[in-house]
């Protein structure tokens, strides 16, 4: 989700000011996507030059300026929630990039990426899931929609990194030198067997 569409949405509630748009966005977020007041002022600006959100002529007592989606911020914002997402608009798997590049750096040990990785990733998964043990079901629906989704996305992390270790293990297995056998298996190449000398 881009911050501009974040901001767009709380917007649609009621006017706010900086402040409050970063206060609310990550309320809503549980905190899962921090921004900095900078960031918010930022993108406020651009939405403001893009016609989307204007001021409303109010301050409050500290002299924040408050902003209100205008109609143009009330179209772009009914159509973003009606587009679905596609691969391109998400951001690259840097997880899956790094796994590919310590298997082909030399002096890597990718089980190693892979098994330091699992354990970080089961962490946060706990942490995760004792958030959603101790949330408030009825109060807390948005945040626990979130949380739902970090779970779902972590499970289904920790099961790439078993299939990729599983998928690496076979790989060596595959290209580990066959073991000679065989009672001539020993025999140097340069020496005679048995049998040529009593010839």
């Keep these: ?22 206060h609310e966005f990550e309320r809503s977020t549980g905190a899962t996507w921090p921004l900095n007041v900078g960031q918010v002022y930022t993108t406020l600006a651009r939405l403001e030059r893009d016609g989307l959100v ?5 301050s409050d007592e500290e002299g924040k300026v408050v902003y209100r989606l205008t109609d143009a911020g009330h179209a772009e914002l009914t159509g973003w ?21 310590a298997l082909t750096t030399p002096g890597v040990d990718v089980r190693a990426v892979l098994q330091t990785q699992r354990t970080a990733t089961l962490r946060h998964l706990q942490e995760l899931t004792r958030l959603k043990a101790v949330a408030d079901g009825s109060e807390d629906t948005a945040w626990l929609l979130v949380l739902d989704s970090m779970i779902f ?19 060596a297995m595959t290209q580990r030198p066959a073991a000679p056998s065989g009672p ?10 048995d049998q040529a000398v009593r010839r």
Excluded: C, N
């Design 1 to 22: 989700m881009s911050i501009r569409h974040g901001l767009l949405a709380l917007l649609e509630r009621s006017p706010m000011y900086g402040y409050q748009l970063r």
């Design 54 to 58: 204007e001021q409303t002529g109010e």
């Design 81 to 101: 929630f009606a587009t679905p997402l596609a691969g391109t608009d998400r951001p690259r798997d840097e997880l899956a990039i790094k796994v590919a590049l």
């Design 153 to 171: 996305r972590a499970e289904a992390e920790v099961r790439w990194l078993d299939h990729s270790e599983t998928r690496l293990a076979r790989l």
């Design 184 to 193: 001539t298996a020993a025999v140097p190449k340069d020496e005679p067997s």
